[in-house]
């Protein structure tokens, strides 16, 4: 998952796939791919949108990529 197969890339795509599992469900097994990947997307939609970032002074990826352009 990482570009240059760096073991530090590797540990922030493992936190990354953490929270995607834990608090957005994507841990748990799918009857369908369809609904497997449905559910990725609303993860990946609530992440970038709705959940507030440590590092990014709780604002969304999302509102920060809106300040920014």
Not at 16 to 34: M, T
Not at 37 to 42: G, I, Q
């Amino acid at each position: 998952m990482t570009e240059e197969m760096h073991c530090y890339e590797n540990a922030n795509a493992e936190w990354l796939n953490g929270i995607l599992k834990q608090e957005y469900g994507l841990g748990c097994s799918f009857r369908r791919k369809k609904q497997a990947l449905a559910a990725t997307d609303e993860a990946m939609f609530l992440y970038n949108t709705k959940r507030p970032h440590l590092s990014l002074n709780y604002e969304t990826p999302e509102k920060m990529h809106r300040k920014i352009a």
